[in-house]
């Protein structure tokens, strides 16, 4: 017996049989990751994972005969069974722990109580964690085909998600959480995939495969490990390395000419001290909304093209010690933002005609087709009008690498990473099919390192103290590039309606209006940049066996700063001396379609680069977290948590230091965990009331400077209370049957916004009051419910198998401005499938639907001005096909 190997290895006949496959996937996965890497992170919880393989070595022959004989009897139960009263694991199960001929066991979501956790600092129950976290299972992302977090929402109350593209990446808890584009502020709902923050929110618009499982956890996070974050994080779990060899394929091919594949493979490079875990995926599917006006090569926009790939290596040259070593790179190009016009009103709520508007504009005659006036598309969100496609590319690549070393009672950790993630935007900024707007978007570069160590006790302190300290040293340095090109019809759109008239007179004239904006190249630069140190720890006292008090203390430090630029070039010079036959008239009019760079115009303002200005600070999160297990089915637990998140180094429209404060939380969470009828139901429920002050947000401020007297800035919300409750449950009522509900009330309101900017219908710059009213994007109910039935067919030891989910959100504003337009009626999404499959899991075959029966809705919605119209983010159409997916 081998004392460095952590579990049983195959025999040689069989590592000679797999030896060919690891090279391969190696080999593979090395391609794909060579370009330029940094640092990034791991998050299945390396030492527990190897303390698990080394207790299987220890097992007797005697051990591994009831092994087997519990695989044969598995075998002949259902493939949904009750949960039992064992802690499950997480990684490859019984088959590990027999050498001589891989298991496999069927596919099947878990019951609540079986699904363990480790966004703690140990591997538990999550009936066992005294908070309220919701958990998606490998199983069911398999089943379900699900790789997005877009998706990942249809299956856990109270999360949104919104995506365009990666800078237009936002997420949401209750409601709350969504700032896209913005680089110089942190997210209020964290990331955090394989033990990694990702701060970035771009970062999340990608596909995540090979999952063990995704964890959603509620309220003030960072008392415990890794980064702060307000509102909640969203902690996603990749399958770790195995010493035994695994393989795993899977297709999908579908309508849109939809093409999916995905490939795994793990086992031993080098026996007992060295494995490997490789994974790879391609996504491609056509899109699903017509541009009327674009190239006939181009097809339907918002399609998705996606590649991707992970290389992990764990490496064990010690029982005590174990590092673990992870690359991935992921890449993704679109045609552009589709947004579509959702309305452009002929007048204000107060009866007023607009004067100037998108519609009005391109009403003119510079815009006549075959002599008839332009007439746009608007309402449906399957149509827009592009001229200009072209596409946007987003990258990201990382590594990471997390260390492991037992010491005496203790464990120490340490995780080392890096990360770069780059967008490149090309949209056509004006959504119709004229040469206005050609390329509008800010290019971004985020940088990312970061070293956590983590010092966590393996016997309790004192007898009845379970603990955890750690320090987190971060440093981010993101470069946007904000840029817009202007086209041969950008002048006769931007004018004023007296400007156009008068140029539009004469030749010369309709040639200086050209020339005002066509060629203009408007750029606007900006690098902000963060170091954050941080100390945390947190500590269970074991007051009674069935009472347990966590306590929780984190404090950061930040250096947050910035600096901008603006300027522009073109190839016009407007004077008099270029252009014989125009009149001084003619000239200033032509200015002031462009500006002069002082003030006006397109350009407005335009400055040099700003010397870097930002501040420091320190901040605290904090914890108190008693329970109390009644019984083995029935625990209450109750948490009070504060967090902040810092400020942001911002700029108004002049190149002025504007910042914003930072944003304080102050969350209470009554729950219970329950199991009822022999653990074959489980219900959790949860209450919270969550108080933010200072939320970071737009509102209006008084500016002499301005024809208002009025401006909207970045700044801080005085307050908003989230109050409701969540409820989770499985239920299992009979052999291979297995349902899920899972639903929350939501009242998410104003109490202190005063100075909020009215609704663009109102056409009135002053503040308006917003107290008392529900915030954008927080949906009052939503529901997600759905059962998965599997049944032996009694041939070829296979399993018929059959699921259906449904996903509902109850109305609500989608505008960040709460606009009349905004407003997103109730809407439900349901997903099914419908397949056979080997009782033992190695193969399944199915039909799976997503949005079955085509539902219309939007994610978000713009706000209108006197140059676009009300436009929405369309949510995914139906798509559907055959998938294919097989272990060996």
Same mark, same amino acid.
């Given at each position: 017996m081998n004392k460095h190997r952590p579990g049983g290895q195959p025999p040689r006949s069989q590592k000679r049989k797999d030896a060919s496959f690891q090279s391969a996937a190696l080999l593979v996965a090395a391609s794909l990751l060579a370009p330029n890497y940094s640092y990034a992170k791991d998050d299945t919880d390396l030492a527990a994972e190897v303390e698990r393989l080394k207790k299987e070595l220890a097992a007797s022959k005697q051990e591994n005969e009831q092994l087997k004989k519990s695989v044969a009897t598995t075998a002949a139960e259902p493939a949904v069974a009750p949960a039992a009263e064992v802690a499950p694991v997480v990684a490859a199960p019984l088959a590990e722990a027999i050498p001589s001929k891989p298991e496999f066991v069927a596919e099947a979501p878990k019951a609540l109580g079986e699904i363990v956790v480790n966004s703690r600092r140990k591997e538990e129950k999550l009936q066992d964690v005294p908070l309220p976290i919701s958990v998606v299972g490998g199983e069911v992302t398999k089943r379900d085909n699900i790789v997005s977090v877009h998706e990942i929402t249809q299956k856990v109350p109270n999360l949104l998600f919104t995506a365009s593209n990666s800078r237009q990446t936002s997420i949401a808890i209750r409601g709350l959480g969504k700032n896209a584009s913005d680089e110089a502020r942190d997210p209020s709902v964290g990331v955090q995939v394989d033990n990694v923050p990702i701060i970035w929110p771009g970062s999340a618009y990608t596909n995540f495969v090979d999952l063990d499982h995704i964890e959603l956890l509620r309220g003030p996070q960072g008392t415990l490990q890794g980064k702060n974050a307000n509102l909640g994080l969203l902690n996603i779990v990749t399958k770790a390395p195995s010493w035994k060899s695994q393989y795993y394929v899977e297709g999908f091919a579908g309508n849109r000419d939809s093409l999916q594949g995905k490939a795994s493979a793990t086992g031993a490079v080098i026996d007992g001290l060295l494995a490997y875990r490789g994974s790879f995926y391609i996504d491609k599917r056509d899109g699903f909304v017509d541009n009327l006006d674009g190239p006939v090569t181009i097809g339907k926009l918002k399609e998705t093209t996606r590649l991707g790939g992970r290389l992990q290596l764990l490496f064990t040259p010690t029982e005590k010690l174990s590092a673990k070593i992870i690359l991935d790179r992921a890449s993704s190009t679109n045609s552009q933002i589709a947004d579509y016009n959702v309305i452009d009103p002929v007048k204000f709520t107060t009866g007023e005609l607009r004067a100037t508007s998108w519609s009005t504009r391109l009403a003119r005659d510079h815009f006549n087709q075959n002599g008839k006036t332009f007439r746009a598309v608007s309402g449906d969100p399957r149509k827009v009008q592009f001229d200009d496609i072209r596409g946007s590319r987003a990258d990201q690549q990382g590594v990471s690498g997390e260390i492991n070393y037992d010491l005496p009672g203790h464990k120490l950790t340490s995780i080392s990473a890096y990360r770069y993630g780059m967008f490149e935007p090309h949209n056509d900024g004006d959504r119709s099919p004229f040469a206005i707007s050609e390329i509008a978007g800010g290019t971004v570069e985020a940088r990312q390192w970061s070293q956590e160590l983590r010092l966590t006790s393996l016997e309790p302190g004192f007898g009845f103290i379970d603990y955890q300290v750690g320090a987190l040293g971060l440093r981010t340095n993101n470069d946007v590039t904000s840029q817009t090109a202007y086209g041969a019809d950008a002048g006769a759109f931007n004018a004023s309606n007296a400007a156009y008239s008068r140029l539009n007179a004469t030749a010369i004239g309709r040639q200086l209006m050209r020339d005002s904006l066509d060629g203009l190249l408007a750029t606007t630069l900006n690098n902000p940049t963060v170091t954050s140190l941080s100390a945390f720890g947190q500590a269970d006292l074991h007051i009674t066996d069935k009472a347990t008090l966590t306590l929780g203390i984190r404090d950061t430090w930040e250096d947050r700063s910035n600096t901008t630029q603006k300027y522009?070039?073109?190839?016009?010079?407007?004077?008099?001396?270029?252009?014989? /036959?125009?009149?001084?008239?003619?000239?200033?009019?032509?200015?002031?379609?462009?500006?002069?760079?002082?003030?006006? /115009?397109?350009?407005?303002?335009?400055?040099?680069?700003?010397?870097?200005?930002?501040?420091?600070?320190?901040?605290?999160?904090?914890?108190?977290?008693?329970?109390?297990?009644?019984?083995?089915?029935?625990?209450?637990?109750?948490?009070?948590?504060?967090? %902040?998140?810092?400020?942001?180094?911002?700029?108004?429209?002049?190149?002025?230091?504007?910042?914003?404060?930072?944003?304080?939380?102050?969350?209470?969470?009554?729950?219970?965990?329950?199991?009822?009828? +022999?653990?074959?139901?489980?219900?959790?429920?949860?209450?919270?009331?969550?108080?933010?002050?200072?939320?970071?947000?737009?509102?209006?401020?008084?500016?002499?400077?301005?024809?208002?007297?009025?401006?909207?800035?970045?700044?801080?919300?005085? %307050?908003? %209370?989230?109050?409701?409750?969540?409820? %989770?449950?499985?239920?299992?009522?009979?052999?291979?049957?297995?349902?899920?509900? +899972?639903?929350?009330?939501?009242?998410?309101?104003?109490?202190?916004f005063a100075n909020a900017p009215c609704v663009p219908e109102d056409n009135n710059s002053k503040p308006c009051n917003f107290t008392g009213k529900t915030i954008p994007n927080a949906p009052q109910f939503t529901v997600n419910f759905g059962a998965d039935y599997r049944k032996p067919l009694g041939f070829y030891g296979l399993d018929g198998i059959v699921f259906l989910n449904n996903s509902y959100r109850s109305g609500a504003n989608m505008n960040s401005d709460l606009s009349q337009y905004g407003w997103q009626k109730a809407y439900h999404i349901t997903d099914g499938g419908i397949g056979v499959a080997s009782h033992n899991g190695k193969y399944n075959l199915s039909l799976i639907a997503r949005n079955i029966f085509d539902t219309r809705f939007v994610t978000n919605v713009g706000s209108m001005s006197g140059t676009s119209t009300v436009s929405g983010v369309q949510g995914e159409a139906r798509y559907f096909g055959v998938n294919f997916r097989s272990n060996f």
């Open positions: 522009y070039s073109t190839p016009h010079d407007l004077t008099l001396a270029n252009y014989k /036959g125009a009149t001084a008239k003619n000239i200033s009019d032509a200015i002031s379609i462009r500006g002069n760079g002082i003030s006006g /115009g397109i350009l407005g303002n335009q400055y040099g680069k700003i010397d870097r200005q930002g501040f420091d600070e320190n901040s605290q999160n904090w914890l108190v977290n008693p329970n109390y297990k009644f019984t083995k089915d029935l625990m209450v637990y109750f948490s009070v948590a504060g967090g %902040e998140k810092a400020g942001a180094a911002l700029f108004d429209a002049n190149g002025k230091a504007e910042n914003a404060k930072s944003e304080k939380v102050l969350d209470f969470e009554l729950g219970l965990k329950s199991s009822w009828f +022999n653990r074959s139901l489980f219900v959790n429920l949860n209450l919270y009331d969550t108080l933010v002050a200072d939320y970071q947000a737009r509102l209006t401020v008084a500016d002499a400077t301005t024809n208002s007297g009025f401006r909207t800035k970045t700044g801080n919300v005085g %307050e908003i %209370e989230m109050q409701g409750v969540e409820l %989770e449950t499985t239920w299992i009522p009979l052999e291979g049957l297995s349902t899920f509900l +899972n639903g929350a009330f939501n009242h998410a309101v104003y109490t202190d």
